[in-house]
């Protein structure tokens, strides 16, 4: 009995020395695989690697310095770790026996995929390891650039997460295919497009139109118009919006939301229809509803709203994924949208008249927009 007692204690004392084995060796495996020395040892990463090297991540005016693991392996709870450690399993299958990436040329063509499955993950863990280091509530925004300060107030209030915003801080974006004349070309198929039993015509693009009773107008993309009638290549319509008190040279499509829908430019205000006018206190001023009977070229019009949609759609998720995924108009309201476009066009390649287009879709689309019929 004696000796069956004394297996059991040894037995149990080997296991626990196992245990505390396993435990010590697969800790010192999880740290040693989790040093910036061994992420860049593989021949794989020496891309992403150089490209860190030339970022504030790596060399900065306050010699903080972000290493692999401070961004690629979260820190929050003990579940996220390991499975951060178990999916790079796959990343030594690439480099070792299906050698994915021997080259630059094979880095630059899975660039674009790896790029969104590191994005995807991010925004899934809302940015923890961002978070990490860098805390909303420390900001001091006052010592942020304008156009910085804007972002960051408007994420906090909509709950935005990092890398909805900050993406190419460190490695390089991937290339993007972009064909904007083949867009272009599709929504120009549906000029003209209508028939009498549409009951709203859409502008397509920025385009020139006259006062029944003289004076030019300029139409915005999705101005609408009404009571129309055609004769010959000319359409005659009605022209609705608002208004406001001291900006009368912008018609805008409600009231109080600042979606342009034309600019009037030296209109006589005798010749504007006014149906009303109203004080709003979300702008503090006051508003007309206005109709104007306008003639605009058959050609500039459509009746097909969703293909305008789908314009400004691929417009939002192929110039705007340049920098963050693509943010889905109903993110911000109509008016905010006008800040977020206007503070991040400039990073892009869009022309003005795509910039108007973006802007307004989005505007349309907007969350405060959700119950209006478009």
């Given at each position: ?70 961004c690629h392996i979260p820190q929050d709870s003990a579940f996220h770790y390991v499975k951060t450690k178990v999916m790079a399993l796959k990343d030594v299958w690439n480099t070792f026996v299906v050698d994915k990436l021997p080259d630059q040329d094979a880095y630059e063509t899975h660039r674009l995929a790896m790029a969104k499955s590191v994005w ?255």
């Amino acid at each position: 009995m004696a000796k069956l007692n004394k297996k059991f204690v040894l037995g149990g004392l080997f296991g626990i020395l196992l245990g505390v084995g396993v435990f010590a060796g697969s800790q010192y495996a999880m740290k040693a695989t989790s040093s910036t020395e061994f992420c860049v040892s593989c021949h794989s990463m020496e891309i992403p690697k150089q490209e860190w090297e030339g970022s504030v991540h790596f060399s900065n005016r306050k010699g903080v310095r972000a290493e692999c693991a401070n961004c690629h392996i979260p820190q929050d709870s003990a579940f996220h770790y390991v499975k951060t450690k178990v999916m790079a399993l796959k990343d030594v299958w690439n480099t070792f026996v299906v050698d994915k990436l021997p080259d630059q040329d094979a880095y630059e063509t899975h660039r674009l995929a790896m790029a969104k499955s590191v994005w995807a993950e991010m925004k899934a863990s809302d940015s923890v390891t961002c978070k990490s280091c860098h805390n909303q509530e420390a900001m001091v925004l006052s010592e942020q650039s304008e156009a910085a300060q804007k972002m960051h107030k408007i994420a906090q209030e909509t709950n935005q997460t990092c890398i909805d915003c900050h993406k190419g801080i460190v490695h390089f974006m991937p290339e993007m295919e972009v064909d904007n004349n083949e867009a272009n070309s599709e929504l120009a198929k549906h000029s003209g497009q209508f028939s009498t039993e549409d009951k709203t015509l859409y502008s397509l693009a920025m385009a020139n139109a006259t006062l029944q009773e003289g004076g030019t107008i300029r139409l915005m993309p999705y101005a609408e118009l009404t009571d129309w009638n055609t004769a010959d290549e000319q359409v005659k319509a009605t022209l609705s919006g608002w208004q406001q008190e001291g900006a009368e040279s912008v018609v805008y499509m409600d009231l109080g939301k600042r979606i342009m829908v034309a600019l009037l430019e030296n209109v006589a205000q005798e010749k504007i229809q006014v149906i009303r006018s109203v004080y709003d206190e979300v702008t503090a001023a006051n508003w007309k509803e206005i109709r104007l009977p306008i003639v605009v070229p058959k050609s500039n019009l459509t009746a097909d709203l969703t293909a305008l949609n789908q314009f400004g759609k691929n417009l939002n998720e192929t110039y705007c994924s340049g920098c963050h995924a693509p943010i889905s108009a109903d993110h911000y309201t109509a008016n905010q949208w006008i800040g977020v476009v206007n503070s991040m066009k400039d990073r892009t390649s869009l022309s003005d008249d795509d910039v108007r287009t973006l802007t307004i879709y989005l505007q349309r689309n907007g969350k405060d927009m959700a119950n209006l019929s478009h």
